[in-house]
């Protein structure tokens, strides 16, 4: 029979997967920054580039506070996320819908580590790990606030650009 398998488990087992999946996401930042089109979206996919070490970092620290080694687990829903923005990329090249379909692919991205980075820090709550949670919670702002950065991109400049050149071809 198998051994039974705790919070304790399941929070290391995640902390893998994250920990992959961050280091994915920050190969794949200099492409979405490349393919950009707006300045702004290339500034903010390269800060994101930035901070997304710095939250490799805090993983690391967190696998020290578990005196466990920092080793990735293979994420396929990242993989599969990271899949679909480069299928965005090579389909939308050149056309004006382009930036609206990196910040759709981005937010795809923003939204699985909310949602990781939420549990993580409710379960390092519940198991009495402070530190981790403090550290979890860190990224957790960060990466909403990155979410909220891509809308506001979205809705002031990409949407609106992909739109009117569509209207356009409508009225046409």
């Known amino acids: 029979m198998a051994a039974d398998k705790t919070l304790d488990d399941l929070f290391l087992d995640t902390l893998k997967d994250i920990y992959y999946a961050e280091k994915q996401i920050v190969k794949a930042l200099p492409k979405m920054a490349k393919a950009a089109q707006s300045p702004d979206l290339k500034a903010g996919f390269e800060a994101h580039m930035a901070e997304t070490e710095g939250q490799i970092d805090r993983l690391e620290q967190i696998f020290e ?10 994420c396929d829903a990242i993989l599969g996320i990271l899949e679909e923005g480069k299928s965005i990329m090579d389909e939308f090249k050149g056309t004006s819908a382009l930036d609206a379909g990196l910040i759709s692919a981005a937010q795809a991205v ?21 530190e981790a949670a403090n550290l979890l919670d860190a990224t957790l702002q960060e990466e909403t606030a990155t979410d909220q950065k891509l809308s506001q991109l979205g809705e002031s400049q990409a949407n609106l650009n992909a739109k009117g050149k569509s209207n356009k071809a409508k009225a046409a």
């Open 65 to 74: 506070l578990l005196d466990k080694p920092a080793r990735g687990k293979t």
């Open 110 to 130: 923003e939204h699985y580590e909310m949602a990781r980075y939420g549990t993580l820090k409710s379960w390092a709550t519940q198991l009495g790990m402070t």
